[in-house]
C-alpha cells in the first residue's frame, strides 16, 4: 500500500507539473542563464559543500562514544558514499546509512551493528530537524497562504499530533532507562532459545550491540546538543545555496520562500519511489516557486541547479568516494 501511494503521489506531481511546464520559453532561459552572476553561483557551489562538512562533523561528533579515533577526511569520505547510496535507492534516504556503518566498522575494527546504531541515531537527530523545518513551513503556508477551513482544520490537527509525538519522543530519550536485551529478551519468553542456539544466539548478540550503541548516541545530552546544532547548520546552508541561485540571476525573494520550497521538496523526494526522487523533486519545486509569483523560467533554473549541485556531490563526489574505499577496504 505504501508503494502504491507513493506512486500515486508521483503520477499526480507529474501531472501537474507537466501542466506547468508546457508554457516554457527557452530562449528566455537560455538569455537568463547567459547574464548568470558568477559569483553567487560560486557562493551557492560553496554554501552546499560546506554543508556536506558540517554534516560529516555532526556524524563525527555523534560517533565519539563508539569511534575515538577521529579521521576527518575517512568521515568525509563515508559521507559522500552514504550519499551516492541515497541517491541511486528509492525510498527514505537511508540506503546510504549501512554503507556508512559498514566501512566505518571496518576502518575502526568495531562491530559493525554496534557502529550502525550509532549512525542510525544520528541519522535520526538529524530527521528531527529536517521535520522541524517541514513542520515550520506547513505553519508559513496556513498562516500566509489562503486555504479553505476544513483543510485548515485538518492542517492544525495533523500538525498538534506531530508536535505531541514529538515531545514524547524526546522526553522518553532524556529518561535514563537502563536497557539489557537480555531481560527483554527472558519478558517475551525466548531467551532460552537464544541461549541454545548458536545462530539465534549470534543475531541476538548483534541486536544487541545494535540497541545499546542506538540508546547510548541518542540519548546522551551533548551528542544530541551538538547533533542538533550542526544539523540546523547544514540546512541553513542548503537553503543559502539556493537563496544564492537566485541572487546570481539579481532576483529577489524572501528566504523563508526558499526555505519552505527546499524542506517541502526534500519531504517529497523522501517518499519518492524513483531513486533520489530525480525529476519529481525539481518539478514539485518549480511547481511551489510558480505558484507564489516568482516566474517560470527562475524558478526552473534555480530548481534545476540547485538539483544538480546537490548530484554532483552525491553522485561525481559520492561516487569516487565510494570506488576509494572499497579499493582501499577491500
Not at 130 to 153: K, M, N
Amino acid at each position: 500500500m505504501r508503494t502504491s501511494l507513493r506512486v500515486i503521489l508521483s503520477i499526480i506531481v507529474l501531472a501537474v507539473v507537466i501542466y506547468i511546464l508546457r508554457k516554457i520559453d527557452f530562449l528566455e532561459i537560455y538569455q537568463i542563464l547567459g547574464s548568470l552572476k558568477l559569483k553567487f553561483f560560486l557562493l551557492a557551489f560553496a554554501s552546499y559543500s560546506l554543508g556536506i562538512v558540517i554534516f560529516s562533523l555532526r556524524s563525527m561528533i555523534s560517533m565519539r562514544e563508539i569511534i575515538r579515533e577521529h579521521d576527518f577526511w575517512f568521515f568525509l569520505k563515508t559521507t559522500f558514499a552514504g550519499s551516492f547510496v541515497n541517491v541511486v535507492t528509492p525510498g527514505a534516504s537511508v540506503g546510504g546509512e549501512p554503507i556508512k556503518a559498514y566501512f566505518l566498522g571496518k576502518k575502526y575494527n568495531k562491530p559493525k551493528t554496534k557502529v550502525f546504531g550509532a549512525v542510525l541515531a544520528d541519522r535520526i537527530i538529524h530527521g528531527a530537524v529536517s521535520l522541524f523545518f517541514v513542520i515550520a513551513s506547513l505553519l508559513f503556508i496556513l498562516t500566509y497562504i489562503p486555504v479553505s477551513r476544513e483543510l485548515e482544520i485538518i492542517f492544525q490537527t495533523v500538525l498538534f499530533f506531530i508536535l505531541v509525538f514529538l515531545v514524547i519522543v524526546f522526553l522518553f530519550n532524556m529518561k535514563k532507562t537502563k536497557f539489557s536485551f537480555e531481560k527483554f529478551l527472558k519478558k517475551i519468553g525466548i531467551f532460552k532459545a537464544l541461549k541454545n542456539n548458536k545462530k539465534i544466539r549470534h543475531i541476538g548478540e548483534h541486536f544487541g550491540n545494535f540497541a545499546r550503541s542506538f540508546k547510548k548516541t541518542i540519548s546522551n545530552k551533548k551528542t544530541l546538543f551538538f547533533g542538533l546544532l550542526f544539523s540546523f547548520a547544514y540546512w541553513v546552508l542548503s537553503y543559502l545555496s539556493s537563496y544564492f541561485l537566485f541572487l546570481s540571476m539579481e532576483t529577489k525573494v524572501s528566504f523563508f520562500l526558499v526555505v519552505i520550497v527546499v524542506s517541502l521538496g526534500s519531504l517529497l523526494g523522501d517518499f519518492s519511489p524513483i531513486p533520489g526522487g530525480i525529476g519529481l523533486v525539481e518539478g514539485f519545486m518549480i511547481f511551489l516557486y510558480s505558484i507564489v509569483g516568482v516566474s517560470l523560467p527562475v524558478a526552473i533554473i534555480v530548481s534545476l541547479l540547485s538539483r544538480m549541485i546537490g548530484y554532483f556531490h552525491s553522485l561525481v563526489l559520492g561516487g569516487i568516494s565510494i570506488f576509494y574505499l572499497e579499493k582501499s577496504l577491500g
